[in-house]
């Protein structure tokens, strides 16, 4: 059963397309995000799920029934909204009650649900408090209440943690997730963090310009991405650009731009000799070695110098100029136990299996 | 140190202009006309200090009867005033598209580059007996002979309006356009209808626009002279008329100052109750953080 579907559906500003063809299905009670940089048209998908923009053209469907033509206090979607959009003239209680009273329920059930959902988020007797009293993540919280309360088909939230400092956004990603299976409600989250996106979903859907890119669970989008874009956007990746040059089952050598050659698997169908390609490699697939052996049939490798070391704990990152000037970041193991330890000026000879170097066709070109 | 002086210094140099025009022209005159009014004129050029100047007023009827009339008139002339300018103030802060925003609001300040007495001419001219409307509609043949439109309560009422609703326009565009849209958003998404969002948003956070608007509105319909006059007549009764009448018809200063601190206590009073009743205070209205 999905709780909530989009189909074809598109929209444009005058010659303007915003939306374009996206369609997707969400599950009941699943956390569903959608994932795109800044101006991809992530809001106006949402701002048509919540009826506040009218499709051009397509159909969105909640529970099953087409919701097209329904004004947005007819729809049992609600939405949190990037500042939140508390009411300031409410208390916290008056802010949770509004959706209740619109709903013409009687003061005691009113005042049972809210004391009942301030529990639920932790926040139990702040309903007399103003707004501006609360802090940032107790504020999401209230946010999010005041929309659960009503007990939504979905709720939609746009960037929400957008507005936090960091230390807060690591904390109430995790808060979000839990929120999400105690209310057991749909989630659709809007985001261009692809680090939250990827933590909290079961499903992420990237977008670009409009366009659904791919639609999959967080580890298919980072272990099997379909296009260059989702490769690059989604987690830390080298990028060789270069052109096909020959093709072995799915591997794919490759002639890069900045000289010399590699091979890598091929992550789409139909690429044809001579395309504009580029390959990506992940940071973590790569190992660095100090002394030079010869390479494994199955083997990458290639030479340059240690530019710089980012120590950040496990993801400590190490930064390689090649000797042809391409930059390549390669985990970095600092542990006690680690093994050969990097300076600045080292040489060093970087190597990966062919099968984790990814071979797309690059993006704007065919 | 030599900061702090300088501080000082600039503190002394702003408030200083401010000061002086609070002192002299508010709070000095109001002293002596406070203490004007309570001179009784024992004989020629002869003044005991006493209250019969307010017994005199609360004696003779007409006198207190212009004053509540004015204030009546002057809650109705505000309530129009809201009524006309929220809708418009509300297009201009929240419907109009940016670039046209602008231009509507200079367009609201236009009557304010021609003086009182010409636009009240202009209405002179419109609703005369020998005036254009009357004209124009003999001629279409809907009446047979010419109106007077002039010297009624209801054109004192419409022409009042039309010279104070600019000045509820203003304070409510202003509070309105800080207002953003993801509350009324939030509003219809949480389920309410036009009308709740309306009441249970709008209204509650354009209230201090709404309270400052009345009470500029109130106090200067209460203390306006030329437009009743001039579009009332004779019948117009306005209190400013009274006070008038007393300092250089009659020339009996202190009669009219007595009014005159009426008028102030009375406007004063009504504005107080006035937020009682709509529970707002003066402070939350004027120092919203
Ligand atoms: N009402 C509108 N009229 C014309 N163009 C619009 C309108 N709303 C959005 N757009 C355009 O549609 C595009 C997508 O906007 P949208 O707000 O959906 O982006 P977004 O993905 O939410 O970006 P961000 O991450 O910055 O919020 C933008 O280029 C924007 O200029
Ligand atoms: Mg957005």
Redesign the pocket.
Known sequence: MFDLQGDSLTKR??S?T??RDVSFEVPSGSFFSIL????????????MIAGF?EPTSGDIRIKGTSVVGTPPNKRNVKMVF?HLALFPMMNIGENIAYGLKCRGENKVDIRRKVGEVLDRIGLPGVEEKQVSQLSGGQKQRIAIARCMVLEPDVLLL??PLGALDLKLREHMKIELKQLQHQFDTTFLY?T?DQSEALVMSDNVAV?KS?RFEQIGPPEQLYHAPQTAFVAGFVGDSNRFEGRLSARAGDEARVTLDAGGEMVARLGQEGLSDGAAVSVFVRPEAISAHATRGAAAADMVAVEGTVDSLLFNGANSRLLVKLDDGTQIESSHTTGAGAGARFAPGDRVTLTWAVADGLCFAAEGGA | MARSDAGKLSLILLMTPFLMWIVLLIILPQIGIGYLSFQEKVGPRQYVFGVGNYVEFLSEPIYWNTLLRTAWMSILVTILALMIGFPVAYYIAKIARKRSRAALFLLCLIPLWVSDLVRAFGWIVLLRETGVISGALQSVGLIGGPVELLYNDITVVIGLVYTVVLFMIVPLVSTLEGMDNSLLEAGYNLGGTRFTVFRMIVVPYAMPGIVAGCIIVFMLTAGSYLTPILLGGKNSMWFTEQIYTQFITRYNWESGSTFGVLLLLFTSAVVWLGLRLTGQNLASTVAKE
């Not at chain 1, 795109?36 to 701002?47: A, I, V």
């Open positions: 500003f005058g303007f915003a939306v795109g940089p800044s101006g991809c048209g992530k809001t106006t998908l949402m701002r923009e990037q746009d960037e809007i261009h977008m409009g």
